[in-house]
């Protein structure tokens, strides 16, 4: 369900994805044979249209979120995980992000506000594995665990613990991308009655 005419970050300017370059987890990440570049519909600007204005235009500034990528990563099932494909294999959505200071509550640290913005974000890149029709947050839960520091870069892993019918309950963390968790969240979003 991308927005149609969205880029793939690889498809942008390079220097949007400079941030990455040198970080050994990312490039981890972009050379993953299990993990293929998805479309950030967020960081699209549609012509004459509002449509996710507030990450591809009030949040795209080198001080802000310098650079979003995201991808789909086929991961083997946990214990107590329903497998999201045929072949047994969980579906997980990975956004890497490039925060700046202008996303700062305390100086150097992370407002919450941005990073329950991020994680709307990320949840919802891994309902859209899920639900094939427009959709909306009805609820969100985070668990602030450790302060974010900025300038950082962060990934969040997110997947569909359930769904049913409208509905499906996505987890995620915020992490540092060597371990150290700074939010744990879950969401439910439910596919919209009516065209959106």
Known sequence: MATPGAW???????????????IQWVQDIVNDPECKEIPFQSRTITRNSTLHSLFNRTLATLDTLRACQSFLRLRPVKENENPDTDDGKKKEALLVASMG????????????????????????????????????????????????????????????????????????????????????????????????
């Open 8 to 22: 793939l970050a690889t498809e942008m300017p390079k220097e949007c994805l400079g941030d990455f370059d040198k």
């Open 101 to 196: 200071h202008g996303l700062d509550g305390h100086p150097g640290l992370a407002h919450g506000g941005t990073i329950a913005t991020l994680f709307d974000e990320g949840l919802s890149l891994g309902a859209l594995q899920v639900l094939d029709k427009a959709f909306m947050t009805a609820h969100s839960f985070i668990k602030y665990k450790a302060a974010v520091p900025t300038p950082s870069v962060v990934l969040l892993r997110c997947y569909c613990e359930k769904w049913e019918g409208r509905k499906a309950w996505i987890k995620g963390t915020m992490e540092d991308g060597e371990g150290k968790i700074y939010a744990e969240a879950e969401s439910l979003f439910i596919i919209a009655k009516t065209k959106l």
